[in-house]
């Protein structure tokens, strides 16, 4: 079934108008989904009964629990998100009075960068804007979140039309309205994606270098080759 979570709010009016309900419920949709963070239709209980019925027949919320955690000694939290048969970790972080998660935007990675042990799982698949918004929403610690790296497993700007999308449900008035500044997005350097990105998204965006000369970038990180520092 279609999920809703990352629909922006005019695809959400659409789909209300779609199940037989007015127009605006595709603004109280938002707010259930975005900022009341709900885990299903039966916790919608400003939409008539019927629409909420006919929603569930046709549609899905998106939402689902990590399968695991792992905790380390300084507070630091690793979860674990079955996606399909693939499996991808978010991490969160608490430093005094931040609380950052860092999330991942694909399941393996295209970009081989010789010390990351993502690499050498080879390219698996892309999150969805749902997939990557629903690790932010589903972790015990939601709540406490201050800011979202997208410094997990994959390339953001090879996920580029999903990543910009969640990062628009995070910062726009009718989602959860964070200030962009809250939110980085990393990435290796993929030129094409940098300069969309950079003109469509107002999140702070990083630079893996990992290496500042091009000719040793370059063996450790195989996208140096087409893109250059």
């Known amino acids: 079934m279609e999920v809703l979570l990352g629909k922006t709010l005019t695809e959400l009016q659409v789909v209300a108008q779609t199940v037989g309900l007015p127009r605006f419920a595709g603004k109280q949709l938002a707010e259930w989904l975005y900022i009341k963070r709900a885990k299903s239709f039966d916790e919608m209980t ?5 629409g909420r019925e006919v929603l569930k027949a046709n549609y899905t ?3 689902y629990e990590p399968v695991a955690e792992s905790v380390s000694k300084d507070g630091t939290k690793k979860y674990l998100f079955e996606i399909g048969k693939q499996y991808v970790e978010s991490v969160y972080i608490p430093d005094n009075d931040r609380s950052t ?11 081989g960068c010789r010390f990351c042990m993502t690499g050498t799982l080879g ?12 690790q932010i929403f589903s ?30 449900v995070m910062t726009t008035i009718w989602g959860c309205a964070w200030s962009p500044k809250r939110i980085t997005v990393s ?12 003109e469509e998204s107002e999140c702070h965006l990083a630079i893996s ?21």
């Open 46 to 50: 400003n939409i008539s009964l019927k």
């Open 61 to 63: 919320v998106g939402r």
């Open 101 to 111: 998660l860092c999330v991942s935007t694909q399941t393996g990675c295209k970009m």
């Open 123 to 134: 390219f698996q698949g892309h999150l969805t804007a749902a997939d990557i918004l629903n």
């Open 139 to 168: 972790i015990p610690d939601a709540d406490k979140l201050t800011n979202i790296v997208y410094m997990g497993e994959g390339e953001p700007m090879d996920n580029l039309d999903n990543v910009l999308r969640s990062l628009e």
């Open 187 to 198: 990435s290796v350097g993929i030129n094409r994606g940098l300069k969309r990105f950079i």
């Open 209 to 229: 270098l990992h290496n500042p000369f091009g000719s040793e970038r370059q063996e450790i990180m195989p996208i140096e080759k087409a893109n250059h520092l």
